[in-house]
Structures are given as C-alpha cells and as structure tokens.
C-alpha cells in the first residue's frame, strides 16, 4: 500500500510522522480541555465564537486546536463554518480503548520517549528514568505518580479484562484445585478464580510491590484465606517456583521479557510441575488480530517495553512463543484464538510425555 503512493501523499505521509508528537499534544489539549464536549453536545455543530464561550478558553487557543483538529481528521466545519466532530473526533473524545491507549501514551510514555534511541542502543528502558532509577518499570510500579499509575493500570486491565471470563470457562473445564498465578500483580485474575469457582486454591507470585497491592485488595474478600502469595524475581535465575500447582497461569507476563528470559522463566515452570499439570499462556500476540488498529498498538506497546519498562521485551508473535513453549519441553495441547470479545490467544501446554 505504502509503495503505492504518489510522491505527494507519501510526503504527506512523511510530514505526519515529522509533526506526530505535535498533533498528538493537541488532540489531548481538544479532548481535556472539553473542545470535543461542547462540540458534540451541540447537535448542528458550534463556530468558533460559540466555541469559546462554551469553554472560557481563548479565541487564539481555541483556533490553533481546532485547525490542528482539522488537519488530523478530528475536526470537519460546514459552509456556516460550524464545526462538527468527525468519527475520527468522535472516537477520541468518547471511545474508551482510545481513552485507554491515549492515556498511557501521555503519562506513562511521553516524557520519557525522548529516550528511545539510547535504550535501543544500550539495551536499557532509557526512558523510565523520568520516573525513578529502577531496573525495570516493575520494581517501581507502586511508586509512580498516581496519575501514570492510574493510566499504566487501566491500560493493563483493559486487555486483559475482556479474555477473564471466557478463559475462566476454558481453564476450568479441567479439574483445577491449586492455580499458580505468576505475574498476578493487583490479583484480578486471582479474585475472578475464587468468585468462578468456592474450592480452587491460588497461590500468586509477584514482586513484592505488587503483592503488597494485591495482599490489600484481597483482604476485603470472603474468600482471602484461598489465596496465598509467594515473593519472587524470575530475573534472578536462582529464584525457583515452587511445586505444587496443577494449574500454572501467566496472563500478560511473559511479554515482560526478553526471549532469554522467557526460556529461563519456562524453564523454572517445567521444573515446578508434573505431567498432570496444565500451563496457560494468555497473551496478545501482535500476529493475531482482528484489526489492523490492534495490531498496530500491539506493535507500537512493543516500543514502551523498550523505552519505559525494561529495554528488551515486546509483544510476541504467536510462534515465537509457541517454539519457546516447545524448546522448554512441553507441547502445545490447545490454543483458544482471539478468546471472548479479546485481542488475545490462549495457550494451553502440558509436559511432553
Ligand atoms: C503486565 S503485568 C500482567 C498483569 C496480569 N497478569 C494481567 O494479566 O493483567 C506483568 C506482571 O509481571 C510482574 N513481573 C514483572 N517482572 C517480574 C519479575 N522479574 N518477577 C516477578 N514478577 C514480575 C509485574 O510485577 C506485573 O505484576
């Protein structure tokens, strides 16, 4: 497609990405400073001057906006020179996977991207240290500003809350007493097993941050005392994981590390259960979507991984994972395609007999 372009759109084309960080800035500045509300509340469409009033904003901040608007399709104006949302707009003011992504592109990366050449180039998350001196974003999690931490959960949470209940009917369908949730951090996914299901036992691994968080959260419900926690840096190859699960469960973890680690971490999960166990990988593989818009921000969550969160982990291909899966010593004995209403694949592997 991109071949195909004329000179002039492929310049076009070239000049977008030259000013995106700029267009970007202004699209929040519409959405934040409510030009896109007082818009779409106004069924014919508002002009300028009715604009400003509506916002209390200057006449000047209001016409830069919207003539950014203009130019990135959020904006159309009529021959009234009214201005009315376009789908584009609609989507940025009220879509909430736009909200999800926008946010975290704003708090979580912006200030920090500045840095992505150095992290490509020393193979370190250059960027977190806008946030603090950690190694990776994870030993700093609990210690972000509430905003970034809000819009860096809320982007977790999102893709993973829509594949939880029809993976819940997936890993339930075999007889399941003790879950290992590895990588559980708030215990969302922990929470959702005890409320499916009155017996099952979980046991969720994390750093300690995050299982502080999750301790928190867990002690308000009845059934607190079914989930136990286990302290661990899988970075530290020394770290074994305990024995003991028929049911291991890693949701959104390993895109958290590079292919080396992955094998280590895989590994250590060999090691710790037996042939009757079950071992689920819930992830989006950027190969398997719906979409080209998932698979783009799948790709470009690729590059938060390198800047922000830890220098050498992206979001996989599905036989990426699945020959690591296979390398490690199990077979893939199911994969469950784009479960639910979600951008994510769930596999199933169980110890090569
Ligand atoms: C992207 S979150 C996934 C959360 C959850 N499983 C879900 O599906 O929404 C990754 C989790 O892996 C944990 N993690 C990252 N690095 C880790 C490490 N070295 N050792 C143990 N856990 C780690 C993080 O603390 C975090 O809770």
Known sequence: MANRMSAIEAKYEAQKIAFAPIFFQAAVCLKELNILDVIAKARRGLTLDEIVEKTGLSNYGVQVLLEAGLCINMVEQDEEEKYTLTTVGRFIRSDRMTEVNMNFAKDVCYGGFEHLKESIVEGKPAGLKVFGNWPTIYEGLSKLPDQVKQSWFEFDHFYSDDAFPHALELVFKE????????????????????????????????????????????????YADRISYFEINLLDEVQAIPKGADTVWMSQFLDCFSADEIMSILKRVYDAVDEQAFVYILEPFWNNQRFPASEFCLVGTSLYFTCMANGNSKMYHSEEVKKMSVDTGFEVVDTFELIGDSYHTLLKLRKKS
């Not at 951090?185 to 969720?204: D, F, L, P």
Request: proline share 4%; net charge positive.
């Open 175 to 222: 007889p399941v007493k003790q879950i290992y949730d590895i990588g559980g951090n708030t215990g969302k996914w922990s929470r959702a097993c005890c409320e499916y299901n009155e017996e099952v036992q979980i046991k969720m691994l994390d750093l300690p941050g995050q299982l502080n968080v999750a301790k928190a959260k867990n002690s308000k419900e009845a």
